[in-house]
């Protein structure tokens, strides 16, 4: 499975932009990026998933460099309910694979907006 | 309803007791994932299914943890002789399949005294 790595915690402030970088060295071909925000209480939620380039959907960017062995995640002018713990990860979406490998989290980034 | 649901919401058992957590996936939904959080930490997987079949089983800890999904919908997991080390937020996920995105369920909190 490709570990992830991404920093503990990032802060910021409401109206920034906010950019979450996830390393994922041994990446397989195979392999899709997802991203998933989590409030306290709720279960994880999907917000994102690419394989190459840039992805964008209404909530979020997702940046893959070529090399494919790391990712960001920005969020453009956050706000307050932004503030979540971020998980990158990384799995096939192939049938041949498990449910396992489709989803393993790392700990998370936790992003505190501030006022 | 729209999302993922699982009862309880809340659970408080006793060591030593047998506990059912059950999980409602979103209709027509073949994938169905457990996963369970401890406190700061990422959801750890257990168990997943496709259709009544489980896939994937790895995750389970030990022999004490058991899941069905009888009609390939509702799917419950058991918890025999619970132990403190049990308690955690149980997650519930499902898919259209396997390459869709997940959506998960609220959780259920469990708690062994």
């Known amino acids: 499975l490709a570990k992830t790595t991404q920093p503990i915690s990032m802060d910021s402030y409401e109206g920034q932009e906010v950019n979450i970088t996830c390393s994922h060295n041994?990446?397989?071909?195979?392999?899709?990026i997802t991203w998933y925000q989590q409030f306290p209480s709720q279960g994880p939620r999907f917000i994102i998933q690419?394989?190459?380039t840039k992805v964008t959907n209404e909530v979020a960017s997702l940046f893959i460099p070529a090399d494919r062995k790391s990712s960001t995640l920005s969020l453009p002018r956050v706000s307050l309910s932004d503030t979540a713990v971020y998980y990158c990860?990384?799995?096939?979406?192939?049938?041949?694979?498990?449910?396992?490998?489709?989803?393993?989290f790392g700990s998370g980034t936790r992003l505190q907006v501030q006022p | 309803g729209a999302g993922v649901s699982q009862t309880p919401s809340n659970k408080v058992t006793e060591k030593g007791k047998y506990v059912e957590l059950r999980c409602d996936p979103i209709?027509?939904?073949?994938?169905l994932y457990w996963y369970r959080q401890s406190l700061g930490q990422g959801p750890e997987f257990l168990i997943y299914?496709?259709?009544?079949?489980?896939?994937?089983d790895s995750g389970l800890p030990n022999d004490r943890f058991f899941a069905v999904r009888p009609e390939g919908s509702v799917s419950t997991l058991k918890i025999q002789r619970t132990e403190r080390g049990d308690s955690a937020v149980y997650l519930c996920?499902?898919?259209?399949?396997?390459?869709?995105?997940?959506?998960f369920g609220p959780g259920t909190r469990l708690t062994v005294l």
């Open positions: 990860l990384v799995g096939s979406r192939t049938s041949m694979d498990t449910g396992r490998r489709a989803l393993t």
């Open positions: 041994n990446i397989a071909t195979n392999d899709y």
């Open positions: 209709s027509g939904h073949t994938a």
């Open positions: 690419g394989y190459k």
């Open positions: 996920a499902s898919s259209l399949g396997l390459a869709d995105a997940v959506q």
């Open positions: 299914f496709q259709g009544t079949g489980a896939a994937d």
